[in-house]
C-alpha cells in the first residue's frame, strides 16, 4: 500500500482525516509496512506504530530514491490555442516530464492573449498533475511570448507534418531540449524558416495531421519512449 504523507515532518508522521480510513480499509495493523510519497518526488518505506479510528502514527524506516526527472530538462514551446485545449496539453506534459512550458503567439493563431486567471488556472493544473505523477519539480507555465521571441539552449525541435525527419533519430541527452508545436492553422512557411535558420530541426510525427492539441503530447510521448 502506498499513502500521500508529509515527510518532512518525520522520523514519525501522524496521519488523520481520510488516510486514516484508507489505512482500515486496507486492513492495515501496527506493525506492517507500507510505501509513503509526499507528491514532491521524495518517496518512502514506512511502517505502522498506532492506529486508531482517527489518527494514524508512522515510522519512516528509509527515504527511497524519488522520481527521476528527465536527463536534460526539457521545454515544451506550445502555441496558444482556443478554448480549454491547453489545459489538457498542460495536464499530459507534466505526467510526461516537461521540465517549463513556454506559451507562444504565432502568425496564424485565433487566439493570441490569455488572461492571468487562465494562466493561474494553467499552472494549477501542473501543479496537481505534479504531485499525481510523483514529479519531484512543478513545470513552470510561463506567459505567452513571440515566436520570434523564444530562444534556447541545447537543441530544439519543430514539429511540422511536411518534412521526414523523426525526434527518436536526432534526439541526444547530452543538452537540454526545446520541442515547439504549432497552433490550429499550424506554423507560417516565414515561421518555420525563421526556426529552421535559427537551428531548429523540424520533426514530424507520422503521416497524418494531428489536431494541435495532439501534437505536444504524440512528441513528448517519443521523448519517453526513449526510456526516460
Ligand atoms: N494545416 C496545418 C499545417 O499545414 O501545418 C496543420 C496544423 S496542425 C493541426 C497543428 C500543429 O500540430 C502543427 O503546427 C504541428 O506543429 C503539429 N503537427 C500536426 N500534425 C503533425 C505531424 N504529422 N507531424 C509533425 N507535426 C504535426
Redesign the pocket.
Known amino acids: 500500500p502506498e499513502l500521500p504523507a508529509d515527510l518532512d515532518s518525520g522520523p514519525e508522521v501522524v496521519l488523520t482525516g481520510s488516510e486514516v480510513r484508507h489505512l482500515s480499509v486496507m486492513r492495515l495493523e501496527t506493525g506492517d509496512p507500507l510505501l509513503v510519497f509526499d507528491g514532491r518526488g521524495r518517496e518512502a518505506r514506512a511502517e505502522v506504530v498506532a492506529l486508531d479510528g482517527l489518527r494514524a502514527t508512522l515510522r519512516l524506516v528509509e527515504e527511497l530514491p524519488g522520481t527521476p526527472e528527465t536527463p536534460q530538462p526539457v521545454t515544451l514551446a506550445v502555441?496558444l490555442l482556443k478554448g480549454d485545449k491547453l489545459s489538457d496539453v498542460v495536464r499530459a506534459a507534466t505526467e510526461l516530464g516537461a521540465a517549463r512550458i513556454q506559451l507562444l503567439v504565432t502568425q496564424h493563431a485565433d487566439v493570441r492573449d490569455i488572461g492571468a486567471n487562465k494562466l493561474g488556472r494553467l499552472s494549477r493544473i501542473a501543479a496537481e498533475a505534479s504531485k499525481q505523477s510523483r514529479r519531484a519539480v512543478t513545470p513552470a507555465v510561463l506567459p505567452p511570448i513571440p515566436l520570434a521571441a523564444l530562444t534556447w539552449e541545447g537543441q530544439a525541435y519543430?514539429?511540422?507534418?511536411?518534412?521526414h525527419d523523426l525526434l527518436a533519430e536526432q534526439l541526444h541527452w547530452d543538452s537540454p531540449v526545446t520541442l515547439?508545436?504549432?497552433?490550429?492553422?499550424?506554423?507560417s512557411e516565414a515561421e518555420m524558416e525563421a526556426l529552421l535558420a535559427r537551428g531548429a530541426r523540424g520533426?514530424?510525427?507520422?503521416?497524418?495531421?494531428?489536431?494541435?492539441e495532439?501534437?505536444p503530447v504524440?512528441?513528448l510521448g517519443a521523448i519517453v519512449a526513449t526510456g526516460v
Open positions: 502555441a519543430v514539429a511540422h507534418p511536411y518534412v515547439i508545436t504549432g497552433p490550429e492553422g499550424g506554423f520533426v514530424v510525427l507520422g503521416p497524418r495531421i494531428l489536431r494541435a495532439t501534437a504524440a512528441l
